[in-house]
């Protein structure tokens, strides 16, 4: 099992807690994005990977409505009613309100499960997880979806992963306030061991692509705050959805999301936009192109092409959307110099977190090193280099 050790505390925690033992339990992953960056709610594609950290919630049923609630780490515990659970009262954005706001991806989630079946009982839950807050690797996504599995499996809702990816989204959009795509829930419940998710966020269908043994993945933790729920992140997609309106007015074929203009018809069409809307729009547009000529790419072997176009992605976040920061770039610059790294770009929403950069993997000790260092020497302070893993995606345990 992974993480048994997170598991085995879990279970101790449970019992002390509750008096009992849990009946369900659950894990979920958390991700890296290796390739294809604010694609997922343009419709577009994505290379991603379930990741060896990541979240088991343990739960069992109450004899009344009530539901107790605890974070494992913090050992803090709400209480809520489970016919009564509603988004928190404060408004977009959310997340710099109220108090103990992990509660609100588990709420959330169970709110999705209870409108497809209204709940006849309470629950008391705890969940534990080893996902890094704040670096990008989406804790939350390995939260709603552990939190998910396990409900699911508790209340006996058929749910299928689709299901269960919107249903996580929707809590982020709704009790958390950030208007996400389904990138992080998909990648959870889909990853596979050794290998990396490419994605259709069209048609919301998944295949995993084996990358070979020569391929290794480093993230880099700026450890710098990563803001997407208080606005940056919602600000960039609504200027995506205000191109692709734009887009569907000029060109003559359908135009439903950004996924459905071309680079060509970008430079063509673009008049008309604001500059900054403008350019917005080409990154997403870049990225799907990118994925592609990613896969096609990986499908010749040719690795050292597909970190070539993993650089370019960086390079349009900095430039074109804007959603990089001091120090990713300086993680990426420094990449480009060292022996045996491929690629590096920043992973997930940006403005800070982590970037992910793909090594040879005879060069991993010797990458590591030297990316921590010219970190160090820019900044005076080291970043937190470490291997990912291509990890399965999420079960019941
Ligand atoms: C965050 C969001 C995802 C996706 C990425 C950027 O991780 O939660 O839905 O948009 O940013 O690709």
Known sequence: MTNKPIYDELQGKFRAHFGRYPEVVAYAPGRIEVLGNHTDYNEGFVFSAAIQFGTFFAVAKSVSMGCRLVAGDLMREVTFSADDVKPPPFGYPLSKGGSDTWQNYVKGTFAGLAERKPPAHGFDGMFLGNVPLGSGLSSSAALEMSTGI??????????????????????????????????????????????????????????????????????????????????????????????????????????????????????????????????????PIGENERVLKGAKLLSEGNLAGFGAVMFDSHESSRVLFGNSCAELDAVVDAAKKIPGVLGARLSGGGFGGSAVVLVHSRDVETASAALASAYAATFNTPCDVSVIKPAAGAYLV
């Not at 959805?241 to 018809?265: K, Y």
Request: proline fraction near 1%; include cysteine; charged fraction near 20%.
């Open 150 to 283: 396990a409900l699911a499996k508790l209340y006996n809702i058929a749910t299928d992963a689709v299901m269960l990816a919107k249903i996580g989204q929707n809590a982020e959009h709704t009790f958390v306030g950030c208007k996400c795509g389904l990138l992080d829930q998909i990648s959870s419940l889909a990853g596979q061991e050794n290998r990396l998710v490419k994605t259709d966020f069209r048609s919301v269908s998944y295949e995993t692509v084996n990358m070979g043994a020569e391929a290794c993945f480093l993230l880099c933790d700026t450890r710098t705050k990563h803001a997407l729920a208080d606005g940056a992140y919602n600000r960039l997609r609504e200027s995506c959805e205000q191109a692709a309106a734009h887009f569907a007015r000029v060109l003559r074929h359908p135009v439903n999301a950004i996924r459905d203009v071309s680079m060509t018809e970008w430079a063509i069409y673009k008049r008309g936009l604001p500059e900054d809307v403008a350019n917005h729009a080409a990154h």
